[in-house]
């Protein structure tokens, strides 16, 4: 089934939309902007909590301009931390593609500003979940 939106993006569902409002709900879900600040900063509501190797909690954070290098693998020079990221925002409604790939952004680019060599896997299998639920990724600085 395609549903064809007016700005003539073709989306391909795998599964049937029953109304209107559902179409609509889906639309807004489908096209919430999801793009990385170029200031390093989280999305508003963000939840951070970071665990280590044996998923005890090392620390938590709701600071939009939390920083991973300096929080988490400054002193270190190999570290695996799993990093857990909730979202309670409006804007961030379920963990899409497009949500995935904005988070994994963030980490990257603040990983990479620093010089760090890494590793970021995804360790939360459940895809499309409420973003209000975390979200865990594992992340190796070597």
């Given at each position: 089934?395609?549903l064809?939106?007016?700005f003539a993006?073709?989306?391909i569902?795998p599964f049937a939309?029953?109304?209107?409002?559902?179409a609509?709900?889906?639309?807004?879900?489908a096209?919430?902007?999801f793009?990385?600040?170029?200031?390093l900063?989280?999305?508003?509501?963000?939840?951070?909590?970071?665990y280590?190797?044996?998923?005890v909690?090392?620390d938590?954070?709701?600071?939009l301009k939390?920083?991973?290098n300096?929080?988490l693998?400054?002193?270190?020079t190999?570290?695996i931390?799993?990093?857990?990221?909730?979202?309670?925002s409006?804007?961030?409604r379920?963990?899409?593609?497009?949500?995935?790939?904005?988070?994994?952004?963030i980490?990257r680019?603040?990983?990479?500003?620093?010089?760090?060599?890494?590793s970021?896997?995804?360790?939360t299998?459940?895809r499309?979940h409420?973003?209000?639920?975390?979200f865990?990724?594992r992340?190796?600085?070597?």
């Amino acid at each position: 089934m395609q549903l064809i939106i007016n700005f003539a993006h073709t989306l391909i569902l795998p599964f049937a939309l029953d109304s209107p409002q559902s179409a609509t709900k889906f639309h807004e879900e489908a096209s919430m902007p999801f793009e990385p600040s170029p200031y390093l900063t989280w999305p508003r509501g963000i939840r951070i909590s970071a665990y280590d190797e044996d998923m005890v909690l090392i620390d938590q954070s709701q600071d939009l301009k939390y920083d991973l290098n300096d929080n988490l693998f400054q002193a270190w020079t190999d570290r695996i931390v799993y990093l857990e990221v909730a979202v309670h925002s409006k804007r961030w409604r379920r963990w899409s593609p497009d949500a995935l790939a904005c988070i994994e952004a963030i980490i990257r680019e603040d990983l990479e500003f620093d010089g760090n060599e890494f590793s970021l896997r995804r360790h939360t299998r459940k895809r499309l979940h409420p973003c209000t639920e975390g979200f865990v990724w594992r992340i190796h600085v070597y």
